[in-house]
């Protein structure tokens, strides 16, 4: 804990009063913020060696391509990728899921396959596949969840047949705050010949990630939500699958040969990025991974966890708050959707932030998990490693005030 | 500071629409109808009106779901252009809107909104302005609509 509290001076941000009260960042699920040395490493990299990459025989042009390509072998040992050109930098997670949709899904997905994804997929792991689905007249299943909020395996040993192509999952979910089992998923699909997509956004940034022993065949997540720029992105593929799939864009950088009618592409990772890439971004998130490293992934995982642990048993105590997920801390991640009584989560959120708490209050990008849990939206507070447990009793104070101000559980409505 | 702030938004009339909202529910016939959602939040208002002759709003009712505020407003709004003419709801509705963003209007453009005026005190809660205005769109989108058919 002590290590972690600590971390707090490497984020000026979070030193900041808002509406009169000290900052608790809480909504580190949809993006968190950037230590010192991060952005100090952007800043060299814009004031010493840029240059665009990988075409330039000048000095510069050669260190940018050195720094690009430094920065792709830390993210392949960050996740073990067994290769660097598994490794392919994208905008975003969502980019990395359209490109297999676009690419893998295109050339594989035919009529009357299926694609199996699950009822608590954020949009951006529902979206591609189900307009794929619907181009290609396959159809899309959805695996639903316990009562507890886990994924239901029974039902994903039932859904995954001889007729699924794709399966499609979150590694960790952004609203239920659960783990699905990639690897058990891995090796359901495998055995019908399907491929694994994880989805693993809200997993990277919090928990050691090893894409060998998953053995997931696509594997996707977002730089931002583990304290890169915005803007860069990973896909592992896995180097077999990756050739054989077609380009996802056209350009520059891309291409073997280019002639007037008939051009060939270049090797991967480089067939699939098209034009000039976010170059920044990919040292910067290289920068943010050294600053985990230096943490230990088992280490932020742990201190997440002991955030958790304060939290659930907490809100627990208040009979009008509804926690979504598991209960059990054990099987939470630091992601805690929950609902105050009848109020609606965006005067909750007003309410927090007014004591200077920053959640994040929607539908948080899965609107048919809403559907499902019966609720328009919900709020959410989110974990990382610069919160505290001081952090977590100011946000059960903070809804406890919020009961008393919106006079919940009382019976009369204020 | 803290939540003694929230009384600025929250006001007891506010509070008050939003537990026991006006003409909530369904016409039978409407001459306009809009359905209209906040997709950032998922709030949704379903606006129903009934003009007579004199282009004079003899009913409106609206459904939906959403915040506090958003009920409120839609409440609220309601209650202030029912028995008004189409042209002063729709001078009211941009009243309303351009309140919200801080511009400023004569005092007899404010008395025109009725309760409603105090929900621009919403301008100091900037995220959440358009859970104020959902329900005064709704109703110059649903106007407006008709006459571009006309």
């Known amino acids: 804990m002590e290590t972690f509290s600590k971390l707090r001076a490497d984020f000026p941000i979070l030193d900041q009063e808002v509406n009169g009260e000290p900052l608790v960042y809480l909504d580190n699920a949809a993006t968190a913020q950037r230590p010192t040395p991060v952005l100090k490493q952007?800043?060299?990299?814009?004031?010493?060696?840029n240059a665009n990459v990988h075409r330039g025989v000048h000095t510069l042009a050669e260190r940018a391509t050195a720094d690009y390509e430094a920065a792709r072998r830390t993210v392949q040992a960050f996740i073990n990728a067994a290769k660097p050109e598994e490794v392919v930098f994208t905008k975003g997670c969502t980019d990395a899921l359209n490109l297999v949709a676009a690419t893998y899904g295109e050339a594989n997905i035919e009529a009357g396959d299926e694609i199996v994804i699950s009822i608590a997929e954020h949009h951006s792991n529902l979206i591609p596949w189900q307009q794929?689905?619907?181009?290609?007249?396959?159809?899309?299943?959805?695996?639903?969840?316990?009562?507890e909020g886990e994924l239901d395996m029974a039902q994903a040993r039932e859904l995954i047949t001889d007729k699924t192509k794709l399966v499609a999952i979150a590694h960790a979910t952004n609203v239920l705050g659960t783990v699905n089992p990639i690897k058990e998923l891995a090796e359901l699909a495998h055995a019908h010949g399907a491929v694994l997509v994880a989805d693993g956004a809200q997993a990277v940034p919090h928990m050691p990630v090893d894409v060998q022993d998953l053995d997931a065949d696509f594997y996707a997540f977002s730089g931002h939500k583990l304290m890169a720029p915005t803007g860069i992105g990973v896909l592992y593929g896995k180097a077999a699958l990756l050739e054989a799939m077609p380009p996802y864009q056209y350009g520059g950088e891309m291409i073997g040969e280019v002639h007037r009618q008939e051009s060939t592409w270049a090797p991967i990772p480089y067939k699939f990025?098209?034009?000039?890439?976010?170059?920044?971004g990919a040292?910067?998130?290289?920068?943010?991974?050294?600053?985990?490293?230096?943490?230990?992934?088992?280490?932020?995982?742990a201190h997440e966890q002991k955030l958790v642990d304060r939290l659930l048993p907490q809100l627990a105590q208040i009979p009008e708050v509804t926690?979504?997920?598991?209960?059990?801390?054990?099987?939470?991640?630091?992601?805690?959707?929950?609902?105050?009584?009848?109020?609606?989560?965006?005067?909750?959120?007003?309410?927090?932030?007014m004591e200077g708490i920053a959640v994040r209050a929607g539908h948080h990008c899965a609107q048919p998990l809403m559907e499902e849990l019966g609720v328009p939206a919900t709020a959410r507070a989110s974990f990382y490693?610069?919160?505290?447990?001081a952090d977590v009793d100011r946000l059960v104070a903070a809804i406890k005030k919020?009961?008393?101000?919106?006079?919940?559980?009382?019976?009369?409505?204020? | 500071m803290g939540l003694e702030k929230l009384n600025n938004l929250y006001r007891e009339v506010i509070l008050d629409h939003a537990a026991n909202p006006h003409n909530k529910g369904k016409l039978a016939a409407a001459t306009h109808q809009i359905i209209l959602n906040n997709p950032t939040c998922g709030d949704v208002i379903n606006l129903q009106i009934n003009l007579d002759d004199q282009e004079r709003i003899k009913e409106v009712a609206f459904t939906g779901e959403g915040c506090t505020i958003s009920q409120a407003s839609a409440s609220m709004m309601t209650a202030a252009v029912k028995g008004k003419k189409k042209e002063e709801a729709l001078k009211m509705a941009k009243t309303f809107s351009d309140m919200a963003i801080g511009k400023d209007?004569?005092?007899?453009?404010?008395?025109?909104?009725?309760?409603?005026q105090v929900l621009t005190s919403i301008m100091e809660f900037p995220a959440r302005i358009k859970c104020a205005t959902l329900a005064w769109w709704a109703l110059q989108r649903a106007l407006l609509q008709e006459s571009d058919e006309d």
């Open chain 1, 402 to 414: 919020a009961k008393e101000f919106f006079r919940i559980g009382t019976g009369e409505t204020k």
């Open chain 1, 385 to 389: 490693i610069y919160n505290s447990l």
């Open chain 1, 273 to 280: 990025e098209a034009g000039t890439q976010n170059i920044a």
């Open chain 1, 42 to 49: 952007l800043m060299h990299f814009y004031q010493t060696d």
């Open chain 2, 105 to 116: 209007h004569p005092q007899a453009d404010l008395d025109a909104l009725g309760d409603a």
């Open chain 1, 283 to 301: 040292v910067g998130l290289a920068a943010a991974i050294d600053y985990l490293n230096q943490l230990g992934m088992e280490q932020v995982a």
């Open chain 1, 323 to 353: 926690v979504y997920g598991p209960h059990d801390p054990a099987k939470h991640t630091g992601v805690v959707a929950f609902n105050l009584g009848h109020l609606h989560p965006h005067d909750l959120a007003t309410a927090l932030d």
């Open chain 1, 132 to 147: 794929l689905a619907k181009k290609k007249g396959a159809t899309l299943k959805y695996i639903g969840l316990t009562d």
